[in-house]
Each structure stands twice: as C-alpha cells, then as structure tokens.
C-alpha cells in the first residue's frame, strides 16, 4: 500500500488551462503540505493542511488553490497555467509538531508548453 | 527567519570513499534536524533525524550529530556506493517554522564505480 500516492505523475498541459493534482494519504496523518520543486532541486512550501483547516500559505500565485475534503486529501488546483509554474510538485504528510518528519508522495512533473 | 544552509554540489566520489555533507542551520528555538535522500525521479526519503543537542541519527551507514554549539548537523558516511547516488537535503523543523520543514537547497552526489 502506498503511503502518500499523488496522481497524476506526469502532466503536461498549455498556458492558459486550469489543472488539478490529487494527493492522499493512507498513514492517519493530521496534516498535509504541497511543495514546489524547480529545475535546481530547491523545494518551497506551498500550503500546509492541519484538520482541514489552512494553517500556512506562502507567497504563493492566488492561481493555486489547495482543496480538502477531508484528512486524508489534499487536492491542488491551478487556474490560468503559466510556462513558470513547470516544476515537480510533492505531496506530503505528517502528524503536527516539530520532530515528526515527512512522508513524501513520488512527485507530479508537471510541464507547461 | 529558520534557514538551512548545505554545502554545494556536485559532490563526486570513487566507490568507497568516505563523505561528508556539511549543514548548517539558524533557528530561533530548538529546532529538530533532518536529513533526507532523494533518488533519481522519486520522492524525498527520511534518511536520519536528531531531534535535540548530542543525539546522533543514523541509517543504512550515515550519521549525523546534532551539534548546538556549532548549529550543525554534518551528513557523513564511511564508505559510499553507487546506489548511494542521490540528491540529499538537510532540513529543520522548529515552533518558529510552526513545526513546518524548511529545507536547504540539496546536495547532488554522485558515486562512481
């Protein structure tokens, strides 16, 4: 059974279309996050998912929209697609508190043409 | 703000030879240390975790040592191998990151035979 599975692994769409990546978790994690990754390895925190309830959101494009309709998903949605919004996109899930490390999904490369 | 700073890649080794990745970081707390490993088209693995001053975290031959006079957590290994080829991130997880990891920007290293 996989822990943290995100759907679809590979995506590529135009400029202009709106998108969805789904993400769930099976490990009875309380909270869930959405990372960006660039063509250099950096990651970025995105949104992060505590009992359904958004508790950080970085300065990210208000075209990104995470979706939770419950525990265990969290959905990203992405409106008018731009050719810098490329990237691998991870899910991830963790129980709340410092000390609890991630589990990470296997990532979602999602290419804008 | 917490940050995390690792050396930069590439880092290339000849089978066998001993590591070490240096890491790092500013927190305004105590902060939990983190290294993960990421293979080729997968997502982050946990790799080890120390979660306060002198523990050492361990795993399939690294360790790390959290170090709070120095605020560091070096990655090192005794012998490395091609299978160890990956990209490995340093990160921390500390009340001023509400508990959210923030990563450093990833080592790339590659294990020749």
Request: proline share 4%.
């Amino acid at each position: 059974d996989t822990a943290v599975s995100q759907t679809p692994k590979y995506l590529v769409t135009q400029m202009g279309n709106d998108k969805s990546i789904k993400c769930e978790q099976n490990l009875g994690h309380d909270t869930m996050y959405w990372y960006k990754q660039d063509s250099k390895k950096f990651l970025k925190i995105m949104f992060s998912y505590n009992n359904k309830e958004l508790i950080i959101n970085e300065t990210v494009p208000n075209r990104f929209s995470p979706k939770s309709p419950d525990k265990a998903h969290l959905n990203l949605h992405i409106n008018s697609l731009e050719l810098g919004d490329s990237a691998v996109y991870f899910c991830a899930s963790s129980h709340m508190g410092q000390g609890h490390g991630y589990t990470f999904g296997s990532g979602t490369r999602l290419t804008v043409v | 703000g917490d940050s995390v700073t690792q050396m930069e890649g590439p880092v290339t080794l000849s089978e066998e030879a001993f590591l070490t990745i240096n890491c790092t970081y500013t927190a305004t707390g105590y902060p939990s240390l983190f290294w993960y490993v990421q293979y080729p088209g997968e997502g982050l693995q946990l790799l080890l975790k120390a979660t306060k001053a002198d523990d050492k975290g361990s795993n399939k031959g690294f360790e790390a040592t959290y170090r709070k006079e120095t605020t560091s957590f070096h990655l090192e290994k005794g012998s490395v191998q091609v299978s160890d080829s990956a990209v490995y991130f340093c990160a921390l997880s500390d009340l001023g990151s509400q508990g959210n990891l923030i990563f450093g920007k990833g080592t790339k290293l590659s294990v020749k035979p």
